[in-house]
């Protein structure tokens, strides 16, 4: 079992910035899928951000150039920075995690991220 807390989101100013924090916690196995999403009031969840355990990572169109995810193994924590945020970034960024065969797996939607943390909101007024 893995566990996962998100910290770090808050309201900012259109054009500022904000890093979200996941610890996770438990047996994490060799091969895995990290990675953050969003759900914004009435629309469907979408990824944001994932990487997988080689060190392959995949960002939404939306915010290619914007956010970056990383990870810290030594203090068991995954990041999403998120620079020149628009008012479309609001939304409940929750982050995930998915323990896999093949690390194509992480990237493909036919395989479903397993482990959530609990989610926290970004604001981002105009």
């Known amino acids: 079992q893995v566990q996962l807390v998100n910290t770090g989101g808050g309201s900012v100013q259109s054009g500022g910035s904000l890093r979200l924090s996941c610890v996770y916690s438990?047996?994490?196995?060799?091969?895995?899928?990290m990675g953050w999403f969003r759900q914004a009031p009435g629309k469907e969840r979408e990824a944001v951000a994932r990487?997988?355990?080689?060190?392959?990572?995949m960002y939404a169109d939306s915010v290619k150039g914007r956010f970056t995810i990383s990870q810290d193994n030594s203090k068991n924590t995954l990041y999403l920075q998120m620079d020149s945020l628009k008012p479309e970034d609001t939304a409940m960024y929750y982050c995930?995690?998915?323990?896999?065969?093949?690390?194509?797996?992480?990237?493909?939607?036919?395989?479903?991220?397993?482990?959530w943390g609990q989610g926290t909101q970004v604001t981002v007024s105009s």
């Open positions: 990487t997988s355990s080689d060190g392959t990572s």
């Open positions: 995930a995690a998915l323990f896999v065969a093949y690390d194509y797996m992480c990237f493909n939607p036919d395989y479903e991220y397993n482990f």
């Open positions: 438990g047996r994490i196995f060799s091969r895995y899928c």
